[in-house]
């Protein structure tokens, strides 16, 4: 089946610009992550949801970055204003959750890698 | 707070050797799961592995194989019979399961080249 799919692959901003970064997860994955992966460094995360609800944001860098997924499937993750520090891999992925204390593997878009000059 | 440490920044190795990938986890949680991932050159994040914190046996799958150690907090990885297809960065990551958000907490991985 398909997998994780993310758009653009590649994005290049000037600084101050926004960005839309998009994310199709697998069919039917209640759960979705938004991670950032400088260079030479592993993800980190920066939000969740859980269908339409976001649940953990708090590894959002600044309120400059804002993520929603409304209809509890495609997620979009926005930046306004982008600073050369944003330059990174945004990587989405996306799992079943299933009751409690249970902790699926999460399966990870190509990402997109974002330039900022 | 959960901390995910991968020593070995880089290691390099001739085809057939094998190869250990170490990985120390911190975390005040009973219960908690351990991932690796690989990720090649093409940068996308293949998952190969989770274990939970109630499960200590060790697991094979054909060349690939995990030792998890609860006493030294250790999930290290061994490729045997190492092939130039396993070059790639390869990622321990830690979730813990107490909530319902299981983001996962990576190490900054190992870049693994695996020469002809």
């Known amino acids: 089946g398909a997998g994780v799919s993310q758009s653009p692959r590649y994005k290049v901003a000037k600084r101050g610009q926004d960005v839309a970064l998009r994310c199709d997860p697998i069919s039917g994955h209640v759960s979705l992550f938004w991670y950032q992966q400088a260079l030479g460094q592993g993800p980190e995360f920066l939000t969740y949801?859980?269908?339409?609800?976001?649940?953990?944001k708090s590894g959002l860098p600044s309120d400059r970055f804002f993520a929603e997924r409304p209809e509890g499937s495609v997620s979009t993750l926005k930046i306004q204003r982008t600073q050369q520090e944003d330059s990174a891999v945004y990587l989405c992925?996306?799992?079943?959750?299933?009751?409690?204390?249970?902790?699926?593997?999460?399966?990870f878009g190509p990402g997109t890698r974002l330039t900022v000059t | 707070a959960q901390k995910v440490t991968q020593a070995q920044t880089e290691i390099s190795v001739v085809e057939k050797e094998d190869v250990t990938l170490d990985c120390v986890y911190e975390t005040r949680d009973t219960t908690y799961y351990l991932f690796w991932y690989k990720q090649p050159p093409s940068g996308e994040l293949v998952f190969l592995i989770r274990r939970n914190s109630f499960d200590e046996q060790n697991e094979i799958s054909g060349r690939y194989s995990w030792n998890f150690q609860k006493s030294t907090s250790s999930f290290n990885f061994t490729i045997t019979a190492s092939q130039v297809v396993d070059s790639a960065v390869y990622f321990c990551a830690l979730s813990e399961g107490g909530g319902s958000n299981y983001k996962l907490t990576f190490g900054k991985g190992t870049l693994l080249t695996v020469n002809p």
């Open positions: 949801f859980q269908n339409e609800a976001q649940l953990d």
């Open positions: 992925a996306s799992s079943w959750m299933k009751g409690q204390g249970l902790a699926y593997e999460q399966y």
